[in-house]
């Protein structure tokens, strides 16, 4: 179960970062695309993060705490995916 969740939460965290390095380019200057720059920056980090994390839980037997903490980490992936929504809408608008 642990493996599964960190598996789903890597592929959504990997096309998190596609879908918004492809915003990058949709604002490239200004406030929005300086603010862009540093999510992404972020977004890169916590892949790695949760890379990690596979990488050194991957064969540690089923615990609580692994539960909880794959948990967290896929609604992280969710939460990041919902923003990068909300960014795409307010530059679709700004676009007009």
């Not at 998190?16 to 540093?38: D, H, M, T």
Request: net charge positive.
């Amino acid at each position: 179960m642990i493996q599964v969740l960190l598996a789903i939460g890597v592929i959504l965290m990997l096309y998190n970062s596609y879908v918004g390095f492809g915003l990058k380019g949709k604002a490239p200057g200004g406030i929005i695309g300086e603010r862009l720059s540093q999510l992404n920056i972020f977004i890169a980090l916590f892949t790695l993060g949760y890379l990690a994390v596979g990488v050194l839980t991957w064969s540690y037997p089923p615990d609580t705490v692994l539960v909880i903490l794959s948990l967290i980490l896929l609604f992280g992936a969710i939460f990041v995916f919902l923003v990068l929504r909300l960014v795409q809408a307010v530059l679709a608008v700004l676009e007009g």
